[in-house]
């Protein structure tokens, strides 16, 4: 890596050890037909990906010390693509629950959705009304384990029901977890076609009643 002054996002050289192997591994399958390998540091590329991330920058506005934004999107987008973000993704996951002295994949998943605004510019085909919020925008689920890690993430339209999350986000828990979790939490806004839809993957689905007496959010123990 050339001499610049660092940036907060940057990788410090802990986490680039954990994440070099599958860097190199990646770009060791894609060489050029002369076998090139290509005139930016993969660190610099990760680490201006990490920039655009956490400053919500145009791909275009990156500063002149990082990679080019022909390049960076470049592996961006052929990570996001192929799947080596999710590679990336799963093994520190994996690595924190082991330092959490647990399993590397959950037994025990909970889902949520939430409806939110959708930024200026982005295709009214991809966005929708949610009545219930009263939002105009995008609906995301997610799928956490007992230590508030990702395991599995969808974006839909507002307008689509809970339950079309909720089979998405079951269906990735089972692919990403290989099949080791049996049990899921969900709110009252998933119905029983989550249920169904579990159970054919071997997955028990809770509906979790919200106290009558209590408005807003309540914290449950660790299961």
């Given amino acids: 890596m050339s001499e610049r002054k660092p940036y907060p996002s940057d990788l410090s050289d802990e986490q680039w050890s954990l994440i ?3 860097i190199a591994a990646w770009k060791d399958r894609h060489r050029s ?3 090139h390998q290509g005139a930016y540091d993969m660190r610099e590329i990760v680490n201006a990906i990490l920039y655009q991330g956490r400053t919500g920058c145009q791909w275009a506005y990156l500063p002149h010390d990082l990679p080019q934004k022909s390049a960076t999107y470049y592996y961006f987008a052929a990570w996001r693509d192929d799947g080596t973000d999710q590679v990336i993704h799963e093994l520190l996951r994996c690595q924190v629950r082991e330092r959490a002295r647990r399993l590397e994949d959950p037994t025990l998943v909970v889902l949520d959705t939430q409806s939110v605004h959708a930024a200026v510019g982005v295709p009214a085909a991809t966005t929708g009304y949610d009545p219930a919020k009263r939002v105009p925008g995008r609906k995301r689920g997610v799928a956490v384990d007992v230590l508030g890690l990702v395991i599995a993430v969808a974006v839909l339209a507002a307008n689509v029901h809970d339950n079309t ?3 998405a986000l079951l269906d990735q828990v089972a692919e990403h977890t290989g099949d080791t979790v049996r049990k ?3 709110d009252q806004g998933f119905k029983n076609q989550v249920v169904e839809h579990g159970a054919g993957l071997g997955i ?3 509906i979790v009643e919200r106290d009558p007496g209590y ?3 309540l914290p449950q123990p660790k299961r």
Wanted: aromatic share 6%; no cysteine.
């Fill in 215 to 217: 408005r807003g959010f």
């Fill in 20 to 22: 070099e192997p599958v």
């Fill in 204 to 206: 028990d689905v809770e």
């Fill in 33 to 35: 037909v002369s076998g």
């Fill in 184 to 186: 899921a939490l969900v």
């Fill in 165 to 167: 999350a909720g089979i």
